[in-house]
């Protein structure tokens, strides 16, 4: 079950790190966020054994963050 309340975090965080940019250049650039986030991810269930996040939220925001880039295109 994806969790709304962690989506809805992380969007916004990548949406404030992207402010300024057109939507295309603003889509790419929360993308390359997301991926730095994953890292994040992937280092602490390495390191610790789990993680803030579930890969299944971060899987449903890639989705959605190529949905929104292939409409804009």
Request: charged share 35%; net charge positive.
């Amino acid at each position: 079950m994806i969790n709304t309340k962690e989506i809805r975090k992380i969007l916004k965080v990548l949406l404030r790190k992207s402010k300024g940019l057109n939507r295309i250049e603003r889509i790419k650039e929360m993308d390359k966020g997301l991926i730095a986030l994953n890292l994040a991810v992937v280092r602490q269930k390495r390191d610790k054994g789990f993680s803030f996040v579930s890969n299944e939220t971060l899987d449903y925001i890639d989705e959605l963050l190529k949905r929104a880039l292939q409409a804009r295109v």
